[in-house]
Nanobody
């Protein structure tokens, strides 16, 4: 069983920054990639950013230039620094862990190891 715990969500004004963190525990020795998805009510969960044990990273177009993912797969930690936040970034953000290569994560669907989600609201 895999247990992922997120922290760091909240309310921020447009143009502001937030940092989300996630720590994993449990039977996750096979994990090779970790990252973040987000979901808006009524819409499908979407990949925001991911990295793998080989140092490869992926960013959705909406995240490029504004978000930075970092972490340590061996330690089962992942952080995303989100800058220049926009109202359209408002969503529940979920930490994800995956035993497959990054290319499989990008191709989808995501593996079913999720955190509980943390709300991010970007509003003035």
């Amino acid at each position: 069983q895999v247990h992922l715990v997120e922290s760091g969500g909240g309310l921020v004004q447009p143009g502001g920054s937030l940092r989300l963190s996630c720590a994993g525990s449990g039977s996750i020795s096979s994990i090779v990639a970790m990252g973040w998805f987000r979901q808006i009510p009524g819409k499908q969960r979407e990949l925001v950013a991911m990295f793998d044990s080989g140092g490869r990273t992926y960013y959705a177009d909406s995240a490029k230039g504004r978000f930075t993912i970092s972490g340590d797969v061996a330690k089962k930690t992942v952080t995303i620094q989100m800058n220049s936040l926009k109202p359209e970034d408002t969503a529940v953000y979920y930490c994800n862990a995956d035993p497959r290569p990054l290319r499989a994560v990008i191709a989808g669907p995501p593996f079913n190891y999720w955190g509980q989600g943390t709300q991010v609201i970007v509003s003035s």
